[in-house]
């Protein structure tokens, strides 16, 4: 009798799932090859993504209005990109959301430099939860901040 390979759901689903979350990444670097394409950026792309750990991608332009969000952004709010299209950011945020974090977000984006913050965000459900964000200005060939990145991460308390 002929028996193929044991296969066990647990390494096979890793394999998946990896697989999967591999796909999607190059999807989002295509995509953000397109936008820099686009508008000239200055920006590395693939190595701030390799190099960072992340659930949700937003792109706002200079005004803070968001350009374009990943799937990962759908999983993590609720909120879909022909929702978020043309808003600020600041539609996440709610009573929880501290006005201090809020200020040194503006401080670093008024300075052009990165920012890593952490900070009570709102699903659309309305459920609160903690949203660690990198964000990264984006310079165009003329070293102009013309977009902003946002890494985001939903972090889990205990």
């Given at each position: ?34 936008f820099q394409e686009k508008f000239k ?70 300075t052009n430099s990165i920012c890593e ?42």
């Amino acid at each position: 009798m002929k028996r193929g390979p044991l296969l066990s759901w647990d390494i096979y689903s890793e394999y998946i799932f990896n697989f999967f979350k591999s796909l999607r990444k190059k999807k989002e670097i295509e995509r953000l090859n397109q936008f820099q394409e686009k508008f000239k950026w200055d920006f590395q792309i693939e190595e701030t993504l390799f190099k960072n750990e992340y659930k949700a991608l937003v792109i706002t332009d200079k005004n803070q209005k968001i350009i374009w969000v990943n799937e990962g952004f759908k999983d993590m709010t609720g909120y879909s990109l022909n929702f978020v299209i043309n808003k600020s950011p600041k539609f996440l945020q709610g009573e929880k959301t501290c006005r201090k974090t809020l200020q040194n977000i503006r401080e670093h984006l008024a300075t052009n430099s990165i920012c890593e913050e952490s900070m009570v965000n709102y699903r659309k459900d309305g459920r609160e939860y903690i949203c660690e964000i990198k964000i990264y200005p984006i310079l165009n060939s003329n070293h102009k901040v013309e977009h902003y990145l946002a890494l985001e991460n939903e972090l889990q308390l205990n």
